[in-house]
């Protein structure tokens, strides 16, 4: 959030991994076609924010940013807790959390701590 104006937004910013701009809205518009000009209004409204330095621009781009948006974080998890996550989370039907889980899986010692008698 501290850095969101340091950078161009642009759709590799976003989480598109199982995206299909393809998709017709109901009236006939492609998804693609509404995605990329909003992408092109909260440019604006960074650019805008660089140029004024007024904060209702950049309180207006946090408000309007999508779930989407990639971010980092930074977290600290054991091997308990990323057990649970794993058990919780395997069956998942969003796509990430599957990615996620197949990351676990090629952590050290994840069969020993983390997936055994779960996978059965």
């Given at each position: 959030?501290?850095?969101?104006?340091?950078?161009?937004?642009?759709?590799?910013?976003?989480?598109?991994?199982?995206?299909?701009?393809?998709?017709?809205?109901?009236?006939?518009?492609?998804?693609?076609?509404?995605?990329?000009?909003?992408?092109?209004?909260?440019?604006?409204?960074?650019?805008?924010?660089?140029?004024?330095?007024?904060?209702?621009?950049?309180?207006?781009?946090i408000?309007?940013?999508?779930?989407?948006?990639?971010?980092?974080?930074?977290?600290?998890?054991?091997?308990?807790?990323?057990?649970?996550?794993?058990?919780?989370?395997?069956?998942?039907?969003?796509?990430?959390?599957h990615?996620?889980?197949?990351?676990?899986?090629?952590?050290?010692?994840?069969?020993?701590?983390?997936?055994?008698?779960?996978?059965?």
């Open positions: 959030m501290h850095k969101l104006a340091s950078t161009p937004i642009t759709k590799d910013r976003f989480e598109v991994s199982d995206y299909d701009p393809t998709l017709r809205m109901i009236d006939d518009i492609d998804l693609g076609v509404r995605i990329d000009c909003f992408i092109d209004d909260l440019e604006q409204l960074r650019q805008r924010y660089l140029a004024t330095k007024d904060k209702k621009y950049w309180k207006e781009l408000r309007w940013l999508p779930n989407g948006w990639l971010q980092t974080r930074t977290i600290t998890l054991n091997y308990e807790v990323l057990r649970n996550i794993y058990a919780q989370r395997q069956h998942h039907k969003l796509v990430e959390w990615e996620f889980c197949d990351w676990l899986k090629t952590l050290p010692y994840a069969s020993d701590l983390i997936i055994y008698d779960i996978d059965k």
